[in-house]
C-alpha cells in the first residue's frame, strides 16, 4: 500500500517539524499532493486520519487538509510554461503508472506544444510537500 507509506513518511516529517517547533498537539496540517504524484487521494487521507493519528496523541482530533497541486512544466529551450494536458499526457494506464514511480519518465512521453522539445523542467505538481502545521502547547508560543 503505497499511500500508506507516503502517509508514514509525512506523519514523520510533521511530528519532527512540531518538535523543531515545540509544539506539543498538532491542530492543522495541510499536504500538498502533486498530480504527478497520482496517488489514490482518499486512501492517503485514510492513512492519515484513521490509521497513523491514531498512533500518537499528539495527532488526537488534527484536521488534515490534502490539496493537489497542479503539474506544471517549463520547456528549457524556448521558455514556455504548460500544464499536463498542454504537454499531451493523456490517460494512458502504462505512461501514468511509469510516472507515478519516476516522475522524470515524463520527459519519455511529453513534449513542449509550443517548439516540441522533450527538454523541460517539472516546476511543480511532483511529490508531496508539508506545506503547513499548526498546533498548540509547549515552548513560549
Known sequence: ????????????AALQAADDAGIDRIQRLVVKVGELQQIEKDLFEFSLTSVLAAQDPRLSGAKFDVEEEAVRFGCNAC???????DAS????AEQAEAIHFIPELSHAFARCPSCGSPDFQIMAGRGITLESLEGSGGGDG
Open 89 to 92: 499526457l493523456g490517460d494512458d
Open 1 to 12: 500500500m503505497h499511500e500508506l507509506a507516503l502517509a508514514d513518511a509525512v506523519m514523520k
Open 79 to 85: 521558455g514556455r510554461e504548460y500544464g499536463r494536458d
